[in-house]
């Protein structure tokens, strides 16, 4: 699931690619980052998030909170290719955004983290986008297979592709 997540907020940011920024999933290791080239760029990665208290109705069910960062990395600081501005066009193109597999996502923080060690303007932004984990039982004793739902304000849509299968 979270690679579909992750893959539809990629292609949401891809208008920011017009103005030479780079918009990726963080690599897997680290050797694989490499120099920044063009303006800057969008390193996308989840950081888990949180999950709320377990539901009874009916079914078993619990509300997580995926934390979606946005490691932003710019060579100017002011106007069109410049933080300031980025910072405003990203909000705008992710506030309210329902990728695939979760609800509307939201700004959880923002924050400026001033220049990196190559000189480049560095700000981390953190989305946050819901999903809701449904219990599906099996016959008695079986182990529960879990299915992916959406979460958009109190309604909630199951949709039927259960993540694990145990025969």
Request: contains cysteine; negative net charge.
């Amino acid at each position: 699931m979270k690679p579909e997540i992750e893959q539809s907020i990629i292609n949401r940011l891809s208008p920011l690619r017009s103005v030479s920024v780079a918009v990726r999933a963080v690599p897997n290791r680290p050797a694989e980052l490499g120099e920044i080239t063009g303006n800057g760029e969008v390193l996308l990665m989840c950081r888990l998030g949180r999950a709320e208290p377990p539901s009874t109705l009916g079914q078993y069910n619990q509300r997580v909170l995926d934390e979606w960062m946005l490691q932003i990395t710019l060579r100017e600081f002011r106007g069109e290719r410049g933080v300031q501005d980025f910072v405003e066009a990203i909000a705008r193109l992710l506030i309210g955004y329902r990728p695939d597999g979760a609800g509307k996502m939201y700004l959880s923080n923002y924050e400026m983290q001033g220049l990196d060690p190559r000189g480049n303007w560095r700000v981390d932004m953190t989305f946050i986008a819901p999903r809701l984990i449904v219990e599906h039982g099996d016959e008695e004793g079986a182990i529960a297979l879990l299915r992916r739902a959406i979460f958009e304000t109190e309604v909630y849509e199951t949709i039927v592709e259960p993540d694990l299968v145990v025969e």
